[in-house]
């Protein structure tokens, strides 16, 4: 595991991460941790990993855990009463499943339990834990490139579609209380989710990506810290493409390359 570099203006930020124990949570409590901020890390497993706690040995943050299904009313209420003495500057809404099933073919089980982690669990998050976030506190919700545009993973793609709105919401309901509420939108991460999809899927991205490369944790998780510290104090409401430039080119990448190979240009 690489050392996470940290940023300024979070030594006096304590965090809940969902999904703290996958490819990008692992990243983000680790760049918060190296920043000097504390952690409260969830994720489904009743306890975190050896290789979490031997990570983040040595970095100046303070690091916490609780098991927590983003779906479950009642576990957001535990961690909710776990969370309330240690005043609560921010929340990343990370947890997240794929589904790669197209419109033809979901089952109404699969959408409603896509919709209910990916969504519903944000939603339930927030709900439960900005009562308690101070004035100056930052939740950041992580959505998808997926969500700004019309990936075929068509559960998937409509949940984080939702997470936009959710964010939009909150940013809006909250930001008189000094909370912002903002969504990251990374294009394809390598993490255990995208071990599973077909190799295609990676050449296309990288195919259609100007920069020509899939994503380390390590980026996305950088850019969740800089809005969880008040270095983004005037950030609210933002929609921010972490994706190599994938949304910008809009698929026109594709066709330049195309033509240019057309006419014989390398
Ligand atoms: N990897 C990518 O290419 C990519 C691209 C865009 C967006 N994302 C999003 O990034 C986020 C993190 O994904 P990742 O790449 O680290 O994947 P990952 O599979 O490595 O990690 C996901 C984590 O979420 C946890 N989780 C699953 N269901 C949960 C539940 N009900 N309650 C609590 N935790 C639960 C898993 O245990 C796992 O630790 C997800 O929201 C995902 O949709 C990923």
Known sequence: ??????????????????????????AQTLVLLASGAHVVATDLASSITDDLTAAAEGLPGTLLYQQLDVGSIDDWARVADFTLPLGLTGLVNNAGIPLRARLGDIHLDDWDRVMRINLTGPMLGIQA???????GSSIVNVGSLAALNAHHTVAYTASKWGLRGLTHV????FGGRGIRTNIVHPGYVETAMMAAAPEIMA?????????GRTAQPA???????????????YINGAEIPIDGGFSSSGGVKYMSDTIRRSQGQS
């Open 1 to 26: 595991m690489t050392v996470p570099v940290g940023l300024p203006g979070l030594t006096d930020k304590t965090v809940v991460v969902t999904g703290a124990l996958g490819g990008q949570g692992v």
């Open 129 to 135: 834990l900005a009562p308690q976030l101070r004035e």
């Open 170 to 173: 909150a940013a809006t309901e």
């Open 203 to 211: 050449e296309t991205q990288r195919a259609l990506t100007p920069l």
């Open 219 to 233: 980026e996305v998780a950088a850019v969740v810290a800089f809005l969880l510290s008040d270095l983004s104090s």
